[in-house]
């Protein structure tokens, strides 16, 4: 009950900020601006090579790492029972390190401080699979992303690095993804930047990859200097990003042009 | 010495005597119509090409052009006594013009398979089948093929 | 082992024409590609695909570097009799998974 009025209050107090954002019942995900045979290439999972990650992923969740020989299901058990809904809640709250972390961070964190193993780098294929096994539990579950109260300060910050103008050519994510979405960018459509489907994989880079990997390709596509792996800016903007598209369902891991 | 080949000997000797011969380079980026149909020729032999009853399903627009879908057929009984004997697929502007030979026997059911491919530029993708009575046919397709809008830096 | 995702119906009547939907997981370097370096990536390809029906093969193909990475191919066969559906993949570089399915047929 108490949480409940928490919500309900944070609510009220962020309703003004939330305006802005597009009503939920005007939020597309990019599944619904691909083209057909795209969109039946995610639809089948057989065909979908995401899956393929999803694949290594389970593999990696049943192996022992690190020095002390644990596997993740060793404390976690069965990735389909306790992992559902994990990746619908991230960038979480991080108490240890007082700020958000992604799903990528949070399993390093595991890694590195229960299993004593090293951390696996950014779009390491390892990291890439487990990421895509956990955000694949989630699929159908509802975003509910930064409704912790801890995280608006770090909400707040990601909305400015979405409004900001940056780079050579002094565009803003807001310009393309807030005011021109669904008119084309040279033979794409302009989607309306919900992350709902990552990690996913994007036929431009014939893999599998991550949201930081696509935020650094669109900042550096703005011509503006791209955030390294990591860094606060980027988990900002995802925490945001998530934030932005609460509501929508996950469909990871999602195919995309 | 088929046309092209001459002319880069030619050109070649022609910037050795100029003493260019290790600035001028003659790499091609892409094959031509011509070896599209040298390639078609080397895989049907002498047999007479008829354009009809290939199948080539290609979308006008890809999304991408890392990753094309593609269906191609050939209605046919499918019987040990009248089948398709195998499908080969060509392009013209990729750098080199074979992409795919499908094999198929009486058991297929349907001579029909579906993939996805590659395609370098906005081009005509060929869909070539030969059938167990030694006849060959062949079909065309046009694909636009666009860059993606940002690209990453490596 | 390279991971594959393959589709093959668990039951069917036979003489049914059946679908077959086959994935594997593979980068297809084109050999055309220039690295960060300068140099030319060579070519590390998927050269073959075979498809058998107990042991007999019912499907074959022959790929070239614009295959998309991740090779995917669907393909028919008649179900002509319950066993296994069995599946190679041969490519540069000593490269070889394989992957089988098993069929019931009515």
Redesign the interface.
């Known amino acids: 009950m108490k949480r409940a009025l928490l919500v309900a209050a944070w609510l009220i107090i962020a309703a003004p900020a939330l305006a802005a954002e597009i009503p939920l019942g005007e939020r597309k995900s990019g599944y619904d601006l691909m083209g057909p045979d795209t969109r039946a290439m995610q639809d089948d999972d057989t065909a979908n090579p995401g899956m393929l990650w999803v694949l290594d992923g389970e593999a990696l969740w049943n192996s022992k790492a690190g020095a002390a020989g644990t596997a993740c299901a060793d404390c976690h058990g069965d990735a389909r029972a306790s992992m559902k809904g994990v990746a619908a809640r991230y960038p979480a709250f991080d108490a240890t390190l007082g700020r958000p972390v992604n799903l990528e961070q949070r399993i390093n964190l595991c890694r590195v401080g229960h299993q004593q193993a090293a951390p696996l780098p950014y779009e390491s294929r390892d990291l890439l699979a487990l990421t895509a096994y956990l955000a694949e539990q989630s699929r159908g579950a509802a975003i509910e992303a930064g409704i912790d109260p801890q995280l608006e300060p770090f909400v707040a910050k990601g909305r400015e690095l979405f409004m900001q103008r940056q780079g050579q050519l002094n565009l803003g994510c807001a310009n393309c993804h807030d005011d021109n979405w669904d008119k084309r960018l040279a033979g794409s459509a302009i989607t309306q930047a919900h992350p709902t489907g990552y990690p996913l994989y994007r036929l431009e880079w014939q893999s599998l990859g991550s949201l930081q990997r696509r935020l650094r390709s669109c900042i550096s596509g703005i011509r503006a200097q791209a955030y390294d792996y990591g860094a606060p800016e980027l988990v900002e903007l995802e925490l945001y990003l998530m934030s932005r598209a609460r509501g929508m369902p996950i469909e990871a891991p999602a195919v995309r042009p | 010495m088929d046309r092209e080949t001459s002319r880069r000997a030619f050109l070649m000797g022609a910037a050795a005597g100029l003493g260019l011969g290790a600035v001028i380079t003659v790499v091609p980026v892409h094959a031509t119509p011509k070896e599209m149909e040298d390639a078609v020729r080397k895989v049907v032999g002498s047999a007479r090409v008829t354009k009809g009853r290939v199948t080539l399903e290609l ?1 006008p ?1 890809s ?2 052009g ?4 593609l269906t191609v057929s050939i209605e046919s009984p499918m019987t040990p006594a009248d089948h398709v004997r195998a499908i080969h697929v060509f ?1 013209e502007l ?3 013009p ?8 009486p ?4 001579a ?8 370098a530029n906005t081009q005509t993708v060929t869909a070539g089948g030969e059938l167990s009575d030694g006849s060959c046919w062949a079909a065309s397709a046009a694909v636009v093929v ?9 | 082992m390279a991971n594959a995702l393959v589709n093959v119906p668990a039951r069917a009547r036979r003489g049914e024409i059946i679908e077959i939907k086959t994935l594997i997981q593979h980068e297809m370097e084109t050999g055309y590609r220039v690295g960060t370096n300068g140099n030319m990536i060579p070519r590390d390809i998927i050269t073959d695909f075979v498809c058998k029906y107990n042991g007999e093969e019912i499907f074959r193909a022959d790929l070239f570097p614009a295959i998309a990475a991740n090779p995917f191919f669907t393909f028919y066969t008649v179900a002509t009799e319950s066993g296994s559906i069995s599946f190679e993949w041969i490519g540069d570089n000593g490269f070889t998974a394989a992957e089988t399915a098993t069929i019931t047929v009515e």
Do not use: K
């Not at chain 2, 890392?66 to 879908?69: A, E, F, I, K």
């Not at chain 2, 074979?98 to 198929?104: A, E, I, K, L, T």
């Not at chain 2, 058991?107 to 349907?110: K, P, T």
């Not at chain 2, 666009?146 to 490596?154: F, V």
């Open positions: 979308p627009l999304e991408n890392n990753t094309v879908p392009t990729n750098p080199q074979d992409v795919v030979s499908f094999r198929f026997g058991r297929a059911g349907h029909r398979v579906s993939t996805r491919i590659r395609l666009t860059l993606a809008a940002c690209l990453e830096d490596a």
